[in-house]
């Protein structure tokens, strides 16, 4: 048991380990995937190329390299995915939005490019810049008000902005703190978490302050020598509008 844990534990934070040390194995294994997730569109196999897409932003996160330019890429071929394999016009105007804000000379692939998809890419276009203007309010404005402008004004944050938690204290309670970005009309953030030796997640809605929010994994999850927790944030519907890992690809959190 101790050498089957063991691995389990090896797998899961090896990837993570190895692209801190080096962001260009990372880049060059992203790079790889997205190419693959490229052929699985041309056959029409669009649940396969989301699955790489999604690993690829995993890697990203894990190395804290998110915001980097180069994922732009893949946040065009996540808008493909969502518009033509499933109609999902919300999540795909979002993710071309992402990629834009990355990269603003970002682009859909010849191979891929449908009317539907360049209009919903011109769309995007023009949500990122009229994202990028600072709001003109001229009205007298309560103090309140203007404070939450003032903040309004100073986030640069987009999707969720998170610090990975790497280990935590036996039997304390875990922090646990994400940003929303201006990219994402989130209306509640889920926390969802397991404790070592379990396949059900338990989750909490986080408590929003601001941009902020906050909540905490209760310290009797931590009665395990490791844990899983991803974060999920909705839109006003009850829709995904972003996350931050995936109950397929969880955060760890060693337990000391």
Do not use: C, W
């Not at 048991?1 to 294994?29: C, H, N, W, Y």
């Not at 052929?39 to 894990?62: D, G, I, M, V």
């Amino acid at each position: 048991m101790r050498g089957a844990l063991f691995i389990l534990l090896s797998t899961a934070i090896t990837p993570t380990l190895a692209a801190k040390a080096d962001p260009q194995a990372v880049f060059s294994e992203i790079q790889s995937l997205t190419s693959e997730a490229v052929t699985a569109f041309e056959s029409y196999s669009y649940r396969k190329a989301q699955q790489k897409l999604e690993r690829a932003l995993s890697l990203a996160q894990s190395a804290g390299l998110a915001r980097d330019p180069k994922l732009a890429e893949v946040h065009v071929m996540l808008g493909v995915a969502a518009v033509a394999g499933s109609n999902d016009l919300y999540r795909g105007l979002h993710a071309f939005v992402r990629a834009i804000r990355l990269n603003p000379a970002s682009s859909i692939p010849k191979k891929v490019q449908t009317p539907q998809l360049l209009e919903m890419f011109a769309r995007a276009r023009q949500t990122a810049k009229e994202i990028g203007k600072p709001p003109t309010i001229r009205l007298a404005q309560s103090k309140e008000a203007q404070a939450l402008q003032a903040a309004a004004k100073k986030s640069t944050a987009s999707g969720l902005v998170h610090s990975p938690i790497d280990t935590a204290k036996r039997g304390y309670p875990i922090p646990v703190k994400v940003e929303t970005g201006i990219d994402i009309q989130a209306h509640k953030v889920i926390l969802f978490y397991r404790k070592a030796g379990t396949v059900q997640y338990e989750q909490i809605p986080m408590q929003k302050s601001g941009s902020v929010f906050r909540a905490a994994v209760p310290p009797e999850a931590t009665s395990g020598r490791y844990l899983h927790y991803y974060l999920e944030a909705r839109d006003p519907r009850g829709r995904l509008a972003a996350s931050f890992g995936s109950a397929r690809s969880p955060s760890v959190i060693i337990v000391q």
